[in-house]
């Protein structure tokens, strides 16, 4: 089953290049609890969706989860933080001052941040191409290449399973109608069946893949895996982002090392 691609610039790129990029700006944004670096990064991907194909209306659609973990988890902080600075509300025990919220802010941003680059990279390549870098160019053990591969083939595959084991339970007069206990009962049996046919799947394909030869020691590949000037432009704007993002958070004042023994 092959992903379907968005975008028309970077599913041309090596998918070593977009994984480079999403690495060092996840990297940059984890060293640092700050809500400037992790601005500037968001900002930069968010201006970079056009490369993606899609507008960000339709983004924030698909990745509403994401956008409201990010929001708890930023109020949350906010909340519990340490109570330093100016008081910006107090209502009963609720207490938010500005060293607090900066703190929730910089948790929020940080998240979507850190999400972005991995949406970025699935979205816009296909795990054959993604295959192919990591052994021809990377050159890791062939066999866990195309094993992973084959595992991200059968994620679409997975999520048809389910939502066929679905119609069936429900056919039966088994569903996930009733009390919350109810609904986990016969959420939990359903996702025992789809692990059982996962398994199922998983042995046939392993047998299959070894008849074909796949486990042999030596091999040759389709496709060739190549880099273009079109990767070194990915990778200098990762390096752009990221460095932007640390000058940024330098400058102002907010860059909070994480490793910094002081």
Same mark, same amino acid.
């Not at 290049?17 to 991907?45: N, R």
């Not at 802010?105 to 990279?121: C, D, N, Q, V, W």
């Given at each position: 089953m092959?992903?379907?691609?968005?975008g028309?610039?970077l599913?041309?790129?090596?998918p070593?290049?977009? +994984?480079?990029?999403?690495?060092l700006?996840?990297?940059?944004v984890?060293?640092s609890?700050?809500?400037?670096?992790?601005?500037?990064?968001?900002g930069?991907? +968010?201006?970079?969706?056009?490369l993606?194909?899609?507008?960000?209306?339709?983004?924030?659609?698909?990745?509403w989860?994401?956008?409201l973990? &990010?929001?708890?988890?930023?109020?949350g902080?906010?909340?519990?933080a340490?109570?330093?600075?100016a008081v +910006? +509300?107090e209502?009963?025990?609720?207490?938010?001052?500005?060293?607090s919220?900066?703190?929730g802010?910089?948790?929020?941003l940080?998240?979507?941040?850190?999400?972005l680059?991995?949406?970025?990279?699935?979205?816009?390549?296909?795990?054959?191409d993604l295959a192919?870098?990591l052994?021809?160019?990377?050159?890791?053990?062939?066999?866990?290449?195309l094993?992973a591969?084959a595992?991200?083939?059968?994620?679409?595959?997975?999520v048809?399973?389910?939502?066929?084991?679905?119609?069936?339970?429900?056919a039966?007069?088994v569903?996930?109608?009733?009390?919350?206990?109810?609904?986990?009962?016969?959420?939990?049996?359903?996702?025992?069946?789809?692990?059982?046919?996962?398994?199922r799947?998983?042995?046939?394909?392993?047998v &299959?893949m070894?008849a074909?030869?796949?486990g &042999?020691?030596?091999r040759?590949?389709?496709?060739?895996?190549?880099f273009?000037?079109?990767?070194l432009?990915v990778?200098? =704007?990762?390096v752009?982002?990221?460095?932007?993002a640390?000058?940024? &958070? =330098?400058?102002?004042g907010t860059?909070?090392f994480?490793?910094?023994?002081?």
């Amino acid at each position: 089953m092959t992903p379907q691609l968005t975008g028309r610039i970077l599913p041309r790129a090596n998918p070593l290049s977009k +994984l480079f990029a999403a690495v060092l700006v996840t990297v940059v944004v984890m060293l640092s609890i700050d809500w400037v670096s992790a601005a500037v990064v968001l900002g930069s991907e +968010l201006l970079l969706l056009p490369l993606l194909g899609i507008s960000a209306w339709q983004l924030l659609k698909r990745t509403w989860p994401l956008v409201l973990a &990010a929001v708890v988890a930023g109020y949350g902080t906010a909340l519990l933080a340490e109570k330093t600075g100016a008081v +910006l +509300l107090e209502f009963g025990p609720v207490l938010f001052t500005q060293d607090s919220v900066n703190s929730g802010i910089a948790i929020g941003l940080r998240g979507l941040a850190i999400a972005l680059p991995g949406i970025f990279l699935l979205t816009t390549t296909d795990p054959t191409d993604l295959a192919d870098a990591l052994a021809q160019k990377l050159k890791m053990p062939h066999r866990f290449v195309l094993g992973a591969l084959a595992g991200l083939r059968l994620v679409g595959l997975l999520v048809d399973e389910w939502r066929t084991l679905g119609l069936a339970r429900h056919a039966r007069g088994v569903g996930f109608e009733g009390n919350p206990v109810a609904r986990l009962r016969n959420f939990l049996g359903q996702g025992f069946g789809l692990i059982v046919q996962a398994i199922r799947r998983a042995s046939r394909l392993a047998v &299959a893949m070894e008849a074909r030869g796949f486990g &042999a020691g030596d091999r040759t590949w389709a496709r060739e895996s190549t880099f273009t000037r079109l990767d070194l432009w990915v990778c200098l =704007v990762g390096v752009l982002i990221a460095g932007t993002a640390v000058t940024a &958070a =330098v400058l102002a004042g907010t860059w909070n090392f994480l490793l910094d023994a002081s």
